[in-house]
Protein backbone atom coordinates (compact mmCIF):
# COMPACT_ATOMS: atom_id res chain seq x y z
CA UNK A 1 0.00 0.00 0.00
CA UNK A 2 2.79 2.33 0.53
CA UNK A 3 4.71 1.89 -2.36
CA UNK A 4 1.68 2.61 -4.61
CA UNK A 5 1.01 5.70 -2.67
CA UNK A 6 4.58 6.79 -3.64
CA UNK A 7 4.40 5.44 -6.77
CA UNK A 8 0.88 7.37 -7.66
CA UNK A 9 2.69 10.99 -5.60
CA UNK A 10 5.87 10.17 -8.14
CA UNK A 11 3.60 10.05 -11.32
CA UNK A 12 1.78 13.11 -10.25
CA UNK A 13 5.43 14.90 -9.62
CA UNK A 14 6.52 13.87 -13.07
CA UNK A 15 2.81 14.79 -14.96
CA UNK A 16 3.10 18.28 -12.87
CA UNK A 17 7.04 18.97 -13.96
CA UNK A 18 6.31 17.64 -17.68
CA UNK A 19 3.54 20.28 -18.44
CA UNK A 20 5.21 23.23 -17.05
CA UNK A 21 6.88 24.02 -19.95
CA UNK A 22 3.91 24.07 -21.92
CA UNK A 23 2.57 26.52 -18.66
CA UNK A 24 5.27 28.72 -19.00
CA UNK A 25 5.03 29.04 -22.76
CA UNK A 26 1.56 30.06 -22.52
CA UNK A 27 2.09 32.69 -20.08
CA UNK A 28 4.85 34.28 -22.28
CA UNK A 29 3.04 34.39 -25.50
CA UNK A 30 0.10 36.15 -23.04
CA UNK A 31 2.59 38.50 -21.53
CA UNK A 32 3.99 39.15 -25.11
CA UNK A 33 0.29 39.67 -26.29
CA UNK A 34 -0.24 42.30 -23.46
CA UNK A 35 2.95 43.75 -23.72
CA UNK A 36 1.84 47.21 -26.21
CA UNK A 37 3.45 50.28 -25.72
CA UNK A 38 2.19 52.28 -22.86
CA UNK A 39 0.53 55.54 -24.28
CA UNK A 40 1.34 59.04 -22.75
CA UNK A 41 -0.40 61.56 -24.11
CA UNK A 42 1.61 65.21 -23.90
CA UNK A 43 1.00 67.41 -21.52
CA UNK A 44 -1.45 70.38 -21.66
CA UNK A 45 -0.75 73.46 -23.16
CA UNK A 46 1.23 75.67 -20.64
CA UNK A 47 1.73 72.92 -18.10
CA UNK A 48 4.21 70.16 -17.35
CA UNK A 49 4.00 66.21 -16.99
CA UNK A 50 5.67 63.38 -14.93
CA UNK A 51 5.05 59.67 -14.90
CA UNK A 52 6.09 58.30 -11.84
CA UNK A 53 6.69 54.68 -11.97
CA UNK A 54 7.88 51.82 -10.25
CA UNK A 55 9.47 48.97 -10.78
CA UNK A 56 8.95 44.93 -9.51
CA UNK A 57 11.56 44.03 -7.21
CA UNK A 58 12.47 44.29 -3.21
CA UNK A 59 9.49 45.38 -1.35
CA UNK A 60 7.14 44.01 -3.88
CA UNK A 61 3.98 44.26 -1.14
CA UNK A 62 5.09 48.25 -0.33
CA UNK A 63 4.05 50.84 -1.79
CA UNK A 64 5.49 54.00 -2.39
CA UNK A 65 3.33 57.04 -1.51
CA UNK A 66 4.04 60.28 -3.40
CA UNK A 67 3.60 63.56 -2.13
CA UNK A 68 3.94 66.67 -2.61
CA UNK A 69 3.58 69.32 0.09
CA UNK A 70 2.69 66.50 2.95
CA UNK A 71 -0.87 66.31 0.27
CA UNK A 72 -0.77 62.56 -1.19
CA UNK A 73 -0.86 62.30 -5.23
CA UNK A 74 -1.09 58.65 -5.44
CA UNK A 75 0.39 55.37 -3.94
CA UNK A 76 2.92 53.35 -6.72
CA UNK A 77 3.17 49.36 -6.48
CA UNK A 78 5.29 47.17 -7.86
CA UNK A 79 4.83 47.26 -11.32
CA UNK A 80 2.65 50.40 -11.58
CA UNK A 81 2.81 54.12 -12.68
CA UNK A 82 0.58 57.32 -12.61
CA UNK A 83 1.06 60.88 -14.82
CA UNK A 84 0.60 63.79 -12.83
CA UNK A 85 -0.29 67.30 -14.68
CA UNK A 86 1.67 70.30 -13.48
CA UNK A 87 2.21 74.35 -13.28
CA UNK A 88 5.78 74.45 -14.54
CA UNK A 89 8.75 75.87 -11.81
CA UNK A 90 9.68 73.73 -8.85
CA UNK A 91 8.12 70.83 -7.12
CA UNK A 92 9.69 68.63 -3.96
CA UNK A 93 8.11 65.14 -3.89
CA UNK A 94 8.53 63.21 -1.23
CA UNK A 95 8.11 59.23 -0.45
CA UNK A 96 8.13 58.03 3.37
CA UNK A 97 8.29 54.36 5.66
CA UNK A 98 10.84 53.95 8.16
CA UNK A 99 12.76 56.66 6.00
CA UNK A 100 12.42 59.40 4.07
CA UNK A 101 13.62 60.51 0.52
CA UNK A 102 12.84 63.44 -1.63
CA UNK A 103 13.07 64.77 -5.50
CA UNK A 104 13.37 68.08 -6.14
CA UNK A 105 12.19 68.69 -10.19
CA UNK A 106 12.28 71.68 -12.12
CA UNK A 107 8.98 71.08 -14.48
CA UNK A 108 8.87 73.11 -17.63
CA UNK A 109 6.08 74.07 -19.68
CA UNK A 110 5.03 71.41 -22.23
CA UNK A 111 7.94 68.83 -21.39
CA UNK A 112 7.46 65.23 -20.13
CA UNK A 113 9.67 64.22 -17.32
CA UNK A 114 10.28 60.83 -15.39
CA UNK A 115 10.85 59.57 -11.75
CA UNK A 116 11.50 56.23 -10.46
CA UNK A 117 10.66 54.83 -6.81
CA UNK A 118 11.97 51.95 -5.89
CA UNK A 119 12.22 49.96 -2.51
CA UNK A 120 16.14 49.46 -1.03
CA UNK A 121 16.53 47.30 2.41
CA UNK A 122 16.04 48.36 5.38
CA UNK A 123 16.29 48.08 9.27
CA UNK A 124 12.12 47.22 9.92
CA UNK A 125 11.10 48.01 6.67
CA UNK A 126 11.73 48.89 2.91
CA UNK A 127 13.44 52.57 2.27
CA UNK A 128 11.90 54.44 -0.55
CA UNK A 129 14.59 55.76 -3.13
CA UNK A 130 12.81 58.19 -5.35
CA UNK A 131 15.34 59.52 -8.12
CA UNK A 132 14.88 60.94 -11.84
CA UNK A 133 14.58 58.45 -14.75
CA UNK A 134 14.62 58.14 -18.47
CA UNK A 135 11.93 57.48 -20.78
CA UNK A 136 13.74 54.42 -22.03
CA UNK A 137 13.73 53.21 -18.43
CA UNK A 138 10.36 53.74 -18.01
CA UNK A 139 10.17 51.84 -21.69
CA UNK A 140 12.39 49.27 -20.58
CA UNK A 141 10.22 48.04 -17.51
CA UNK A 142 7.79 44.80 -18.96
CA UNK A 143 3.99 45.04 -17.75
CA UNK A 144 3.57 48.29 -15.82
CA UNK A 145 -0.17 49.08 -15.34
CA UNK A 146 -1.82 52.43 -14.24
CA UNK A 147 -2.49 52.71 -10.75
CA UNK A 148 -5.79 52.25 -9.82
CA UNK A 149 -8.20 55.35 -8.57
CA UNK A 150 -8.41 54.25 -5.07
CA UNK A 151 -4.61 54.26 -5.16
CA UNK A 152 -4.97 57.80 -6.08
CA UNK A 153 -4.74 60.89 -3.38
CA UNK A 154 -6.64 64.34 -2.77
CA UNK A 155 -3.83 66.20 -4.14
CA UNK A 156 -4.48 67.40 -7.81
CA UNK A 157 -2.85 66.57 -10.74
CA UNK A 158 -2.84 62.31 -10.94
CA UNK A 159 -4.25 61.77 -14.29
CA UNK A 160 -7.52 59.22 -13.99
CA UNK A 161 -7.64 56.75 -17.05
CA UNK A 162 -10.82 58.38 -18.34
CA UNK A 163 -8.49 61.64 -18.56
CA UNK A 164 -5.78 59.82 -20.12
CA UNK A 165 -8.04 58.05 -22.68
CA UNK A 166 -9.47 61.76 -23.39
CA UNK A 167 -6.32 63.51 -23.80
CA UNK A 168 -5.08 60.26 -26.06
CA UNK A 169 -8.25 60.88 -28.04
CA UNK A 170 -7.58 64.59 -28.69
CA UNK A 171 -3.86 64.04 -29.76
CA UNK A 172 -3.50 64.68 -33.56
CA UNK A 173 -2.96 61.78 -35.45
CA UNK A 174 1.08 61.46 -35.83
CA UNK A 175 1.86 62.08 -39.71
Known amino acids: MI ?3 VALAMAAGIAAISSAPAFAAKAKSEEKADAAPIAIPAPPPGKGQIVFF ?3 GMGFALGCSVNE ?10 GRYFILVTEPGTH ?3 VKSEAKDTLGLLVE ?3 TQFAK ?7 VAGRPDIQPATEEEFRKQKSL ?3 DEDDMGPAP ?3 RPAEIAAALAQAPAAE
Not at 117 to 123: D, L, R, S, Y
Open 145 to 147: KLV
Open 69 to 78: NGEKISSLGA
Open 109 to 111: SDE
Open 92 to 94: QYS
Open 157 to 159: GAL
Open 117 to 123: CKIKMGI
Open 3 to 5: RLK
Open 54 to 56: RPG
